[in-house]
């Protein structure tokens, strides 16, 4: 009887001209903008020079700081506390102040001291901006005599030669196309049921809570399969940024996570009397696991007890197997730990969601 | 003196759809005034263009002499609504509705109180449970006393007691009646025949026409075959045979402390139309819902279709049909769609289906609203439709909740023309019902006063034993002697 | 008056009685800030890093001492050849490897860092940081300063940026969705029939949501204060001035989401795809608006979080006067000013 339910949901969601528009064309938009969008690459940092020194050795640094690509030269200001206030106005992010005898510190063998001062209320942009500025500086004060450990580190970047940020973001996006899709759309399913009074009917009929459910979490793997050929697609057509590792790897990884989704999805549905109410916990819960799971921060930097929440959290053994495989090209063994974790968590969460709906009260 | 409403050749429409065409009628100061037709005659749109909520694309309408379209905050100030689909805030207890609404039209409960009374009475004791928690009917006179405890100039009431018993139904009209001593001017639509005999005169409207206005008799005379179609004959069921389908002994469903169903014992035969009557919040629904396997029982004991309705629920549900109160067809599925859902549902084959659905549509003269959504029918249609769909798969009995809630006398009749196929067809049929017409036409009826079996019998037996001319009476005299008004 | 204050009253009870829904939106704030103060940063810390060296001379040894002792790097192996590190990378059991030279002591070859760069950013601050700790950076002669923020603590940021989201949630989603639920049920057939002039009804409608945000806004600067220590160094009058300004359009957004939509279905949807995401996206909140494309920057100049985040991280952390954010918050009093116009004269006294 499993069919007859399944068609069922398939032209329900046909005939809601809204979710069909919403199902082809938010994985296009969020491909074609969020990859420019989600770009911590810091750049074009505005930078105001104090030159007390005015020597043709401080405008020397002040030139080769105009022609970095990060930055943007603000100008110069006569005082630091002229260029604070600039700071203040939000004109500048961070000034550079060259001390007086500069240039006379320096043909003197001495180290004259430089001050940079950064608006940190970023902290990531002020600490990348003034580190940045601080190799100009060092690299501008012994032109000549470069020292020999300096020149002789190289490095080497793996799986993303030109730091491209864009490599970085499309298997996180991948993630958050998956659970808005196959994590809201059901759990607004079964409390529509229960507002528009169908679920009555239904729980009066034979029919099982495992067909029903299932029913329910089919048509969305489904969309789920679709939505990530169109990501894949169109990483590869607008970026270029293609799969290293085997796609069957990525599929098998995404089904698992939009099964896990749509019976969260579903669980929360079970629970909740209204619309509201579904949306919001469901907001609440995806937003705590996006955050925790290294979509965009490093995992490895959280403290200890924040760092444990990972072990339970689906999306980052997703994040991490996903880009394990999309980036840096690894095979089955290297994500076989986060696929038996998904695979734990899907049947988890799909058993609870057969449990959680009610037939008999 | 001047009339209270002057409505001139108002026409509306919604796209192609014509609500009303060039309808003029008006209304007397302190009259009583009926509106009556089947679904889909207009009846809401014009209740919206008095109450300003809609403007009219052609004539003119007043109320209280001020013109519906320019001078809407007068008439604001005037009126009194209680619109069709009304429902309460469900989050706010009986009293807290009931004192907003009151400071809504600037007045207050205790000031209001006798304008009310007959209703609110019934459910006083209630006044802290959240509406949203009450009985279908009782809901409905909530609303009926919110709507009602300001005295406006016009009262505006559409359809306002569907799903109420028929006893409550006669205390509002009573009640309407002294505010009509008061001056005020009622206007109503109902499709009850004897709230509709309680009019001073009628408007009869169909398909936005008005085909005539006169006092209630002559109108339903005039029009019979819609209003007063010739009864249904019930040849007896042969098949009624002495074995039991449905068996309860010492029924009990406790809220709380509350005993929704009160140890309630009776018996179904196969083949038989078994009405199951009661006021609202007798425990009617509850005990329905007990059979058909969504609740369990909180004691006592019972089988339908020789199964145990506590352990073997799943295999009950294979072999009943039921229709709840609430319509629940899929809106947004055709009419074959749904029918080949819940076919398929209760394991018909595909080819069977779609030969039965097209059998189905035929015999109800349906054929070419085959791929329709369910949404675009009108009312008395999908209720024929979900009945029709309940015994689609040939249950044993099929449970019927209230199914002809808010329908004209002539669609109720076609409904019980299949209900009596179906029982012909040795279905056995389980139903509840507020129209007391339609108990008579129960093989056996049973009536539920505060969560116990009052009285079972046939409907003979029932009138003589009871003294009564009819079933209406016989309710009234048994559900006067109530004391609790609750679910 | 009577009027206002029963529906103010109605309104707050449908708020109070939904206890899950209330329970999320104090949650909410909460949860965020702690994860964002504590939970989450881009510090550099424990980078697992592998050795790749063939011989353990003196200057190879200190410098893996310093790498060791340093809290950013864990040194979880050492091996042989640069292929063996690579292959631990890729299957992220390190994320960099160090590469000494045959000779590194002689330094004639010097060293090589080897990264997974899948995450550009934190690929550069490592080398950076690996750089700094194994050259010993005694040639800095630079003094750099932090302003404003001297740990460097992501919460500064982002204490702004929650209060922009949370406020325009709560606001705009929810009076949205209570003024339609009303149109759904309805119920509002009822009110405008009432004698209650129309501005009555929105305006009650919208003051218990205007409490609960404000309500949300103090716990949030209470919180970020005395919990995450973020320095609240401007004048909190001015804080909570801007605030109930961006508080006003957010309920104005609402009002005009309600009169388009029909049901709540259609209301969360447009709230959630409308508000929330341009909000969270094109905000600046998590992602800086400079280095986005030309296009997308000017989208953004029309998302009014964006101005009240500005606003808020200058009051609040820089500290500055009022004066300084006089365009921000003229931006918001025009953006305020039209939307609650359009949906004033949108807001429709009879029905369809």
Request: with cysteine; proline share 4%; net charge positive.
């Amino acid at each position: 009887m499993i069919q007859y339910l399944i068609q069922k949901e398939f032209l329900q969601i046909r005939r809601n001209s809204f979710i069909i528009k919403l199902i082809i064309a938010f994985p296009i938009m969020v491909m074609c903008v969020m990859p420019w969008v989600m770009n911590q690459e810091v750049k074009d940092i505005r930078v105001s020079v104090v030159d007390n020194d005015r020597s043709t050795v401080s405008q020397r640094l002040v030139h080769s700081i105009g022609q970095n690509s990060h930055f943007v030269f603000c100008g110069q200001h006569p005082s630091y506390y002229a260029a604070l206030k600039e700071i203040e106005k939000s004109r500048t992010d961070i000034v550079l102040v060259i001390p007086q005898g500069y240039s006379r510190d320096i043909t003197l063998g001495r180290k004259p001291q430089v001050l940079i001062a950064a608006n940190a209320v970023n902290g990531t942009k002020g600490g990348i901006g003034s580190s940045y500025l601080s190799q100009i500086v060092t690299a501008n004060l012994a032109p000549d005599a470069s020292t020999p450990l300096h020149s002789n580190i190289s490095t080497h970047y793996l799986y993303n030669k030109h730091l491209n940020y864009k490599v970085f973001t499309i298997p996180a996006l991948l993630a958050i196309v998956m659970m808005m899709m196959c994590g809201f759309l059901p759990a607004l399913n079964i409390v529509s049921e229960k507002e528009a009074g169908t679920i009555e009917q239904i729980n009066v009929t034979p029919v099982s809570k495992w067909s029903f459910i299932l029913a329910k979490l089919i048509p969305y793997w489904i969309i789920a399969l679709f939505i990530v050929t169109v990501c894949l697609v169109l990483a590869w057509a607008i970026y270029g940024i293609t799969c290293q590792g085997s796609l069957w790897l990525v599929y098998l990884l995404t089904m698992l996570l939009a099964l896990f989704f749509s019976s969260f999805g579903l669980i929360i549905s079970n629970y909740s009397n209204t619309l509201q109410q579904a949306i919001f916990v469901m907001w609440f819960f995806v937003v705590c696991l996006i955050l925790l799971s290294g979509l965009f921060t490093p995992t490895r930097s959280m403290p200890e007890w924040s760092y444990a929440t990972t072990y339970i959290n689906p999306m980052h053994y997703f994040i991490d197997a996903v880009r394990t495989v999309f980036i840096r090209g690894g095979g089955f063994s290297s994500v076989a730990r986060q696929v038996s974790a998904l695979i734990g968590f899907s049947v988890v969460m799909g058993v609870w969601a057969v449990v959680s709906y009610k037939k008999n009260t | 003196m001047m009339n209270a409403i002057e409505v001139h050749n108002i026409s509306k429409s919604y796209g192609k759809v014509t609500a009303l065409d060039d309808v003029s009628f008006s209304v007397g100061r302190g009259e009583v005034f009926g509106l009556i037709g089947p679904d889909g005659a207009g009846k809401s749109s014009m209740f919206r263009i008095l109450c300003t909520l809609l403007e009219p694309e052609r004539g003119t309408a007043t109320v209280d002499g001020y013109d519906t379209v320019r001078q809407m905050k007068e008439i604001r100030r005037r009126v009194g609504y209680m619109p069709g689909r009304f429902s309460l805030y469900q989050d706010l207890t009986v009293l807290e509705n009931l004192e907003f609404f009151a400071t809504l039209f600037g007045t207050t409960v205790a000031a209001g109180y006798d304008s009310i009374k007959a209703i609110y009475s019934q459910i006083e004791r209630f006044h802290d449970r959240k509406a949203g928690a009450l009985s279908g009917g009782m809901k409905q006179k909530l609303a009926l006393s919110c709507a009602l405890v300001h005295s406006p100039s016009v009262l505006f009431l559409d359809e306002p007691t569907t799903g109420v018993d028929p006893v409550s139904r006669k205390e509002l009209w009573d009640m309407l009646e002294t505010l009509k001593e008061r001056g005020i001017t009622i206007v109503a639509a109902t499709p009850y025949l004897d709230e509709v005999r309680r009019c001073e005169r009628v408007a009869f409207l169909d398909h936005g026409h008005l085909r005539g206005i006169d006092t209630p008799d002559t109108i339903l005379d005039r029009f019979a075959d819609i209003f007063n179609p010739p009864g249904i004959e019930h040849g007896k069921t042969t098949g009624a045979a002495d074995e039991n389908v449905i068996e309860v002994q010492h029924l009990v469903k406790a809220f709380g402390d509350f005993r929704a169903v009160d140890d309630i014992s009776f018996s179904v035969k196969r083949g038989e139309i078994f009405g199951f009557l009661g006021a609202n919040g007798a425990g009617k629904t509850t005990a329905m819902h007990i059979l058909t396997g969504l609740n369990q029982p909180s004691g006592g004991t019972g089988t339908v279709m020789g199964y145990d309705i506590r352990t073997q629920y799943e295999q009950i549900k294979k072999r009943i049909g039921y229709m709840s109160q609430k319509f629940s067809l899929y809106e947004d599925l055709t009419v074959a769609e749904n029918i080949r859902l819940y076919a398929g549902i209760y394991g018909m084959k595909g080819k069977e289906i779609a030969r039965r659905t097209d059998e189905l549509l035929q015999r109800l003269q349906f054929s070419e609203h085959k791929h329709d959504l369910v949404s675009s029918l009108p009312l008395g249609w999908k209720q024929k439709l979900a009945f029709s769909v309940s015994i689609f798969h040939e249950p044993g009995i099929v449970f019927l909740d209230e199914p002809t809630g808010g329908v004209d006398p002539a669609t109720r009749r076609q409904f019980w023309e299949l209900i009596y196929d179906a029982a012909a067809r040795g279905i056995t049929v389980f139903v509840t019902t507020h129209y007391m017409d339609e108990a008579e036409y129960c093989d056996r009826i049973s009536i539920m006063v505060d969560g116990k079996i009052s009285a079972l019998g046939t409907p003979g037996e029932l009138k003589r034993r009871f003294r009564q001319p009819d079933m209406d009476h016989v309710f009234t005299h048994l559900a006067r002697q109530a004391t609790r008004n609750s679910d | 008056m009577k009027h206002f204050i029963s529906f103010i009253q109605k309104e707050s009870r449908h708020i109070l009685r939904d206890r899950r829904t209330m329970l999320i939106l104090f949650g909410m704030p909460v949860v965020l800030m702690l994860i964002f103060g504590f939970a989450i940063t881009n510090d550099v810390k424990n980078v697992r890093t592998v050795v790749v060296t063939s011989q353990a001379d003196h200057l190879t040894r200190q410098a893996i001492d310093r790498l060791a002792v340093s809290e950013y790097f864990d040194i979880t192996a050492t091996v042989g050849t640069s292929q063996e590190a690579e292959r631990l990378i890729r299957s992220q059991r390190a994320d960099m490897a160090i590469v000494f030279g045959k000779d590194f002591a002689s330094k004639k070859s010097g060293l090589q860092f080897i990264v997974d760069a899948s995450d550009p950013n934190m690929a550069q601050q490592w080398t950076t940081y690996a750089t700094q700790t194994i050259v010993n950076p005694q040639l800095s002669t630079v003094n750099s300063k932090m302003l404003y923020n001297p740990q460097m603590k992501s919460a500064y940021n982002f204490v702004p940026a929650i209060m922009g989201v949370l406020l325009m949630l709560i606001c705009a989603m929810m009076t949205s969705i209570s003024i339609v639920r009303e149109k759904e049920k309805g119920t509002m057939e009822v009110l405008l029939v009432s004698p209650v002039r129309p501005l009555t009804i929105i305006i009650a409608k919208t003051v218990p949501y205007l409490v609960l945000a404000l309500v949300i806004l103090v716990s949030i600067l209470l919180m970020a204060r005395y919990v995450l220590d973020v320095p609240l160094s401007g004048s909190v009058v001015w804080i909570i001035a801007v605030s109930i300004l961006y508080i006003l359009l957010a309920l104005s957004l609402g009002l005009l989401i309600s009169n388009i939509s029909n049901s709540q279905h259609m209301a969360l949807l447009l709230s959630a795809m409308v508000l929330l995401m341009p909000a969270v996206m094109l905000s600046g909140m998590l992602f800086p608006i400079e280095s986005m494309p030309p296009v997308l920057q000017w989208l953004s100049a029309v998302i009014p979080p964006r101005y009240y985040i500005e606003a808020m991280r200058k009051l609040m952390i820089m500290g500055v006067g009022i004066g300084e954010v006089v365009r921000e918050v003229i931006i918001l009093f025009i953006m305020t000013a039209l939307l609650l116009a359009v949906s004033l004269a949108r807001f429709k006294t009879r029905l369809e």
